[in-house]
C-alpha cells in the first residue's frame, strides 16, 4: 500500500509505519475537503461568494495542504475586498508547495501592480477611518470616505455594505437600495445584504424576477389616468315671482318673533340644565381620568423596575455566553495547537481579552504562545531570509514582520539571526521610506548587541533620521 501522505509504499495495516498516519482517516479527510471545495467552486460560480467562502474554509480547515482549495479560497477574498486575508493564504499556499502553485502567480501579479495593490490597501483604510466616523455620528464624513474606498475597490463589498447602512440612516431608501442591488450582484448570497434589501423592500409586494431592461423601464413615473370623476351640474330656476318674495319675508318675520318671544326662553333653560349636567359628568371623567393615571404610574414604575431586573439578568446571561466563547475559542486554538498548527492557533488568541477566564483556560494560552512562539520565529526568519536573498523583497519583508512578532523578547532566535532579522527588515523599511519603523529596528539592534557593527549602525540612523 502507497501512503497518501508521505508517498512511501508498506506490506501491512492502515497505518503508515514512516509518518504514523492512518491512510483510511487521511483519506477520508481528503475526501471531505474535497467534497467541500467543489461545493464553494459552485457557489463562486453562481456569484454567491459568502456561500462559497464558507464552504472553502470548511475545506481548508478540514485539510490544511489543500493548495487548490486555499488559492481559490484567496481568489474570492481577494474579490470582495479582502485584500490582507487573500495574500495570507497565498502565502501559506506557497510556504506548502513552492513549486508549479499558481499562488505564486498571484502574488507576483501584486507585485507588479505595485500602484493598484496601494489603492486596494487604501480602499481599506478608508473603510477603517468611515468606521471611526460612524462611531462619532458623522455619517456624513462616512459617506465621503467609502465612496473613495468603492471608488479605489469596486467590488469591496463590506464598505459597500456600510455605504448602504449609512444611506438608511439619513433615510435615503432610493440611494441605499441603488448600493444594496450593487452588492447583490457583486455577492448574491451576502446576508448583510440581503437583510438590508428585506428593511427596504419591508411591506412591499415581492417582485418577480425582471431583466435590467425591464427593471429601468419600471423605475419611470406612471403618468396619469386620464379618466377623471364628472361634475354634477345643478339646475337653475329661470325667475321667480314677485308675490312669493313678499309672501317668503313676512312668513320669517312672524317665525322670528314667535321664536324669540315663546321658544328661546324654554330652549335658554334647557341648555344650561344641560350644561350643568355636561358640567358634572366632566367632572366626575376627570376625577376617574385622574385615578386611573396614578394607578397606571404605579404600573409604570413597577413595570420599570421589572426591566431593569430583566436587563441586568440579560447583561449577565450575555457576559457568561461571551466568557463561554472565548473558552471555547482558547480550547479551538489549543487543539490546533496540539496537531501542530502553530500559526492557526496564534492567530485564534492574538487580541484575546484574558478579564475574568479560569485559571486552566488561561494556562492554556501561556502554553500555545511558550510552545508556538520558537517555531513560528525559526519558521518565518527563514522563509523570509530566503527570500530576501532571492530579491522577492515584498514576500521577506511579510515573512520577516511576523518573524519579529514571534521573536519574544529575543529567545526564540539565535543572536546572529536576531541581528540579521532587525538589519534585513530595517533595510526593507528603508528601501519602502517606512522611516521611524527602520529607525526603531536599528536603535532595538544597539540595545540588544553594543558591541556589533556600531558605527555602521549609527551611521544609518544619521542618515534616516534625515528623513524624520
Known amino acids: 500500500m502507497k501512503c497518501p501522505n508521505c508517498k512511501k509504499t508498506f506490506d501491512k495495516g492502515v497505518k503508515c509505519p514512516y509518518c504514523k498516519v492512518d491512510t483510511v482517516l487521511y483519506k477520508g479527510i481528503v475526501k471531505l475537503s474535497e467534497k ?68 505564486e502567480g498571484y502574488l507576483n501579479r501584486v507585485r507588479k501592480n505595485t500602484r493598484e495593490f496601494e489603492k486596494l490597501a487604501d480602499s481599506i483604510s478608508m473603510y477603517n477611518i468611515a468606521l471611526s466616523h460612524i462611531r462619532q455620528k458623522s455619517d456624513d464624513l462616512a459617506i465621503i470616505q467609502l465612496k473613495r474606498a468603492v471608488d479605489y475597490n469596486p ?22 437600495m441603488h448600493v444594496v442591488e450593487r452588492v447583490l450582484a457583486i455577492d448574491i448570497g451576502n446576508s448583510i445584504a440581503q437583510e438590508y434589501n428585506a428593511t427596504l423592500n419591508a411591506g412591499k409586494p415581492k417582485p418577480a424576477k425582471v431583466s435590467t431592461h425591464t427593471k429601468a423601464r419600471a423605475a419611470k413615473t406612471l403618468e396619469t389616468s386620464p379618466f377623471k370623476p364628472m361634475g354634477i351640474q345643478e339646475e337653475k330656476p329661470s325667475g321667480f315671482r314677485i308675490g312669493g318674495i313678499i309672501t317668503f319675508i313676512v312668513g320669517a318675520v312672524l317665525a322670528s318673533a314667535a321664536w324669540y318671544f315663546l321658544i328661546f326662553p ?70 490546533l495547537f496540539l496537531d501542530n498548527q502553530y500559526a492557526e492557533a496564534v492567530d485564534i488568541l492574538d487580541n484575546m481579552d484574558r478579564n475574568e477566564l479560569p485559571y486552566d483556560v488561561t494556562n492554556r494560552i501561556n502554553t500555545v504562545y511558550t510552545g508556538s512562539f520558537p517555531s513560528l520565529a525559526t519558521y518565518y526568519f527563514n522563509g523570509g531570509d530566503d527570500a530576501y536573498r532571492e530579491g522577492d523583497y515584498y514576500r521577506a519583508l511579510v515573512a ?25 527588515l530595517a533595510t526593507l523599511y528603508e528601501n519602502n521610506e517606512r522611516w521611524e519603523e527602520a529607525h526603531a529596528r536599528l536603535t532595538l539592534h544597539l540595545e540588544l548587541f553594543p558591541q556589533h557593527y556600531v558605527t555602521a549602525i549609527n551611521n544609518r540612523l544619521r542618515d534616516i533620521e534625515e528623513h524624520l
Open 36 to 103: 467541500f471545495y467543489n461545493r464553494g467552486l459552485a457557489k463562486l460560480k453562481n456569484s454567491d461568494f459568502t456561500s462559497g467562502i464558507e464552504l472553502l474554509n470548511k475545506s481548508v480547515s478540514v485539510d490544511k495542504h489543500n493548495i487548490m482549495a486555499r488559492n481559490l479560497l484567496g481568489l474570492a477574498l481577494f474579490e470582495v475586498g479582502h485584500v490582507g486575508d487573500a495574500l495570507k493564504h497565498w502565502l501559506i499556499s506557497c510556504a506548502q508547495q513552492s513549486d508549479d502553485n499558481p499562488a
Open 155 to 176: 467590488r469591496f463589498v463590506d464598505a459597500l455594505n456600510l455605504l448602504a447602512l449609512c444611506h438608511m440612516i439619513q433615510n435615503d431608501k432610493d440611494k441605499a
Open 266 to 335: 324654554a330652549l335658554q333653560q334647557e341648555s344650561e340644565a344641560e350644561v350643568a349636567s355636561v358640567r358634572q359628568e366632566m367632572a366626575a371623567m376627570e376625577q376617574e381620568h385622574e385615578e386611573q393615571l396614578r394607578a397606571k404610574t404605579a404600573d409604570n414604575d413597577e413595570l420599570q423596575s421589572a426591566n431593569m431586573t430583566l436587563s441586568d439578568e440579560i447583561e449577565t446571561v450575555n457576559q457568561t455566553a461571551a466568557l463561554q466563547n472565548r473558552i471555547t475559542l482558547v480550547n479551538q486554538a489549543f487543539f
Open 400 to 424: 520577516l514582520e511576523r518573524a519579529f512578532r514571534f521573536m519574544d523578547g529575543g529567545t526564540n532566535l539565535t543572536a546572529i539571526q536576531q541581528r540579521r532579522l532587525l538589519s534585513v
